[in-house]
């Protein structure tokens, strides 16, 4: 079972305890949410991404002096 760490800052004691099903569920919920949030990021990368080779191409340069510009 997944645990998590609770430190006592004035003691500096550490307890590692049991995750709750309601823990274990948020944490579940938040992953997804993090990857839906990251594949989004992602796919707007690529699109903008595609639009800057789009527009590079139309000024007439090579695949290669867009890959010097772009990196």
Do not use: F, H, W
Not at 47 to 59: M, S
């Amino acid at each position: 079972m997944p645990t998590k760490l609770i430190i006592n800052c004035e003691t500096g004691e550490q307890t590692e305890v049991e995750l709750t099903a309601e823990e274990i569920a948020q944490r579940e919920k938040d992953a997804k949410a993090y990857e839906a949030e990251k594949k989004a990021k992602d796919d707007a990368l690529a699109v903008q991404a595609k639009l800057k080779a789009d527009v590079l191409k139309r000024l007439g340069l090579t695949e290669d002096e867009a890959k010097a510009l772009l990196s």
